[in-house]
């Protein structure tokens, strides 16, 4: 399997980060693309330098990088995920405007008919925000928005964290067990 990790300029690159190291310890390729905004906060929030996570990833590209193998619907990827996702690279996905390789990357997905996560990270949500996931979602993008569950009773952020990235998991079709699933308990 091989998963393009796409992080924006959203607060929440903590679920990326531990994707990532999932994904790493499962020896499941990754190409990563961070934004320029991302990098910035990912050392506002994460307290590490953006170039930390790259070591985590199997690839990294830079998001202005078109000629990256994954700027072309002929390099065979499996899945996109955008975690977190801005409002504005939402935007750019949902009206198919490429004008970096996150974006094209998102564009390429939906093209060629591969699995595409959104994690959008925003609220509260105007009506430009709904309609934008509403295209996504009738083109075929699954929108996740990093909601956790509290059934099995996180008792710390790792715990809330983990519940989310181990949904993303799910949809990939990535065996784990990081929560306490439903009828478990």
């Known amino acids: 399997m091989r998963v393009v990790v796409c992080i924006t300029g959203a607060s929440g690159v903590i679920y990326a980060k531990r994707l990532l ?13 961070i934004s320029n905004s991302a990098k910035k906060i990912i050392k506002e929030e994460l307290g590490v330098d953006w170039k930390d996570l790259t070591e985590l990833s199997t690839n990294y590209y830079e ?3 078109f000629f990256s193998p994954v700027a072309s619907g002929s390099n ?18 949902a009206n198919g405007f490429s004008s970096n390789l996150i974006v094209r990357v998102c564009d390429i997905a939906l093209k060629e008919k591969r699995r595409l996560i959104i994690m959008p990270r925003e609220m509260p949500l105007n009506s430009i925000h709904l309609e934008n996931m509403l295209k996504l979602s009738n083109l075929g993008a699954v929108i996740m928005p990093p909601i956790p569950a ?13 519940f989310v990235v181990g949904r993303v998991l799910d949809l990939l ?3 784990n067990n990081l ?3 439903w009828g478990n308990l």
């Not at 995920?81 to 750019?92: A, D, E, F, R």
């Not at 509290?150 to 983990?162: E, G, N, R, S």
């Open 21 to 33: 190291e999932i994904l790493n310890k499962k020896n499941i390729h990754t190409d990563l693309i």
């Open 63 to 65: 998001n202005d990088d």
């Open 76 to 93: 065979h990827f499996d899945a996109v995920i955008v975690i977190p996702c801005s409002m504005k690279t939402l935007s750019g996905i």
């Open 150 to 162: 509290f059934y099995h009773k996180p008792q710390t952020v790792k715990d809330i964290i983990d």
């Open 173 to 175: 079709k990535i065996e």
């Open 179 to 181: 929560f306490t699933r």
